[in-house]
Each structure stands twice: as C-alpha cells, then as structure tokens.
Nanobody
C-alpha cells in the first residue's frame, strides 16, 4: 500500500507557474512509475506526465515544453513543475503511483487531488 498526498495547487494567472508535490508514505524507489493526471469539470481524467523508476519521462503533447516531472527518492516525493500556465490547464491534478504485480498487472494508487486554477 502507498498513500499519496498532493500539495501545491492554487490560483495563478495565465503565464504563471506552480509546483505540485506528491509525498508518498513509503519508498518510491521500487515503484514501477509515478505520474500526474488531471481532470477538468465534465471531462475524463487524462495523464499529464509520468516518470519511471529509471528516471525516464513522458508528457502529454499539450504540456510538452511547459511542464517538468521529477522525483526525489530520498524524500519519497514526486514533483510537477508547471510553467507558462494556460487557462486550459485548469483542473484537479492527481498523483498516481504504479506498482508492478505479475503478468503485466499493476496496482494503482491515487492521491486525493489538488485544484489548479489558471485565470486569463
């Protein structure tokens, strides 16, 4: 089991920056991957960025060049640095952790979410 707690959301003007943090209740070094998802009102939850245990990163096209995901294994924390924010980035952001089981299956763990609102 892994408990995840997000922080760092808030209200920011377009063009501004925020850094989200996701603190895990145990070591993240052995987790398959960690990521950030977001869900805007009336829309499905979509992946924003992910980082694997070896440090490889991937981003949704909509945030490439603006968002950066990173991890600090010593602090059991994953970050999402969000720059050049746009109103369309407004959503609840969720931290996710994936732990490999067997046969290609994974356990997924979720945080409670943190609201990010970007004003125009």
């Amino acid at each position: 089991q892994v408990q995840l707690v997000e922080s760092g959301g808030g209200l920011v003007q377009a063009g501004g920056s925020l850094r989200l943090s996701c603190a895990a209740s145990r070591s993240i070094a052995g987790l398959t991957a960690m990521g950030w998802y977001r869900q805007a009102p009336g829309k499905q939850r979509d992946v924003v960025a992910a980082i694997t245990s070896d440090g490889s990163t991937n981003y949704a096209d909509s945030v490439k060049g603006r968002f950066t995901i990173s991890r600090d294994n010593a602090k059991n924390t994953v970050y999402l640095q969000m720059d050049s924010l746009k109103p369309e980035d407004t959503a609840v952001y969720y931290c996710n952790a994936a732990s490999a089981l067997r046969w290609g299956l994974v356990n997924n763990y979720w945080g409670q979410g943190t609201q990010v609102t970007v004003s125009s």
